[in-house]
């Protein structure tokens, strides 16, 4: 038994539960001294300790054992400290040890198809990098990203999709010697779908415009390079001959239904549509405040009018659902695994995140239409 890893998975997975040490040792029924001993690997605790702790944490018990993998080259930003961050960080490793396992095991590695334009992404001409990664991936200057995840995953991008309670983070990404590339985005219910289409976008305008800046240490934000990642996501999902195309066609319109006729189109918030009309000049910053007032007349009630992407916008009027920012790769990897008894059915549960009912159920919906 190695105490250090078991040491550290407790402290972790009770710190993710926000419990202290006192509130985990009166759930499990156990004495103040004896979790202070073991999350400081003084001495090797009874099964019974541990079946107890495992229970008051709700995980398995063999968790506490599984050494975590560091990652390296990350990219883990975030305007404020977070407690949890360790807890992340181990989650994100042993899913993309799971992704990078099922992709070997099925023989469907992916390789990253950006790689080769990356040299040419440069900060300072950011509309023209989110140009060439467009263009690399095969849409046209006019053409919406219908599928974000999908088009990130043909590139060679695994996506990972995070619920986190947090107003401060978005999204992560990890650099191709940990695994990647990849990016993990947050999709907790208080944050907009758009805004999780954003996040993905961004996270991969860190990974082009960035390389240098993944270093798992550096906790503090580049207020800079976020600008500029902020710059690359909106010009990577919603182009400039695209948008003054659909602009134009719109004029027609009322102001705000032409707005929201545009965000529709290319999946972002009503906020970038509108910072997109400040930074082509069309307008100055007064049109927030004008929007909102427009928007209230109509409505009759109030928008936040902040710039993207500040803050969470829980109340993205006529937003997206939760199916139109959907990873599916990973799951389909693992389906194809366990049916072809690459993996059983309780390791597909672990590496889904599900408990074994939910996998009975799953396998079911599988069978239902091939």
Same mark, same amino acid.
């Given at each position: ?7 550290? /998975?407790?402290? %972790? ?23 202070? /001993?073991?999350?400081?690997? @003084? ?11 495992? =229970? ?6 063999? &968790? ?26 181990? +989650? ?11 992709? @070997? ?125 902020? =710059? ?12 003054? @195309? ?9 102001? &705000? ?6 965000? %529709?189109?290319? %999946? ?71 049916? @072809? ?8 549960? +672990? ?5 074994? +009912? ?13």
């Amino acid at each position: 038994m190695d105490l250090q890893i078991l040491a550290q /998975n407790v402290r %972790r997975l009770r710190t993710a539960k926000r419990l202290s040490q006192r509130a985990l040792a009166d759930v499990a029924g156990l004495s103040l001294p004896a979790v202070k /001993n073991l999350e400081l690997a @003084k001495s090797e605790p009874r099964m019974r300790t541990m079946q107890a702790i495992a =229970r008051a944490l709700d995980v398995k018990i063999q &968790v506490f054992f599984q050494p975590v993998r560091e990652l390296h080259t990350v990219r883990f930003r975030s305007a404020k400290r977070m407690q949890n961050r360790e807890n992340v960080l181990a +989650e994100v490793a042993r899913w993309l040890d799971d992704f990078n396992f099922l992709e @070997k095991c099925m023989n469907k590695q992916m390789p990253f198809s950006l790689k080769g334009v990356r040299p040419q992404c440069a900060p300072d001409l950011l509309i023209e990098a989110a140009g060439l990664c467009r263009k690399k991936l095969g849409l046209k200057p006019t053409e919406p990203i219908h599928d974000i995840c999908g088009l990130l995953e043909q590139a060679g991008v695994k996506v990972f999709p995070i619920p986190m309670a947090s107003d401060s983070f978005f999204g992560l990404s990890v650099g191709e010697e940990d695994g990647g590339p990849a990016v993990v985005v947050n999709i907790w219910e208080r944050i907009s779908v758009e805004r999780r289409i954003f996040s993905a976008a961004h996270e991969l305008g860190h990974l082009m415009l960035h390389p240098e800046a993944y270093d798992v240490a550096k906790v503090e934000e580049s207020k800079e390079e976020e600008h500029e990642a902020d =710059r690359f996501a909106g010009h990577f999902l919603m182009p400039n001959e695209g948008f003054r @195309k659909e602009w134009n066609e719109a004029s027609g319109l009322h102001f &705000v239904d032409r707005v929201f006729k545009i965000k %529709r189109i290319f %999946r972002v918030s009503f906020k970038t549509v509108l910072s997109r009309l400040v930074e082509d000049g069309a307008v100055d910053k007064s049109i927030w405040m004008k929007f909102n007032m427009s928007y209230q007349q109509r409505f009759n009630r109030k928008l936040s009018f902040k710039e993207e992407p500040m803050g969470i916008d829980s109340a993205e009027p006529f937003g997206m659902q939760r199916f139109d920012f959907y990873e599916d790769r990973f799951s389909r990897l693992a389906r194809e695994a366990v049916e @072809k008894d690459m993996i059983s059915v309780s390791r597909g549960a +672990e590496m889904l995140r599900i408990g074994i +009912e939910e996998m009975q159920d799953l396998l079911q919906n599988w069978g239902v239409i091939l």
